[in-house]
């Protein structure tokens, strides 16, 4: 799996390490001013180092990540901003 990918399939894209670090982050409170514009989310996760980070979503379908950590693509900081979204599109 990969990207494309449904916000409900969060655990079965992540790797676990990588999810538990994004759950971890989303938990502490590292996901910092979460907004959605022309359905794209993004936010800044503080991190030890202050990483940028976006989703582009079409309804529950993440069809694009964008993050400015050195991994690129699949990492704890986008996986900490799905959880963001899919926590915000429920509630």
Known sequence: MGI?????????VFPPKVLMEGEDLWLDGALV???EYRNTWSAKVYAGKIEQVSLKVRGKEVIAVSCTCAIKGLCAHVAALALGVEESLEG
């Open 4 to 12: 494309p990918f449904h916000l409900h399939e969060i655990d079965q």
């Open 33 to 35: 001013g979460l907004e």
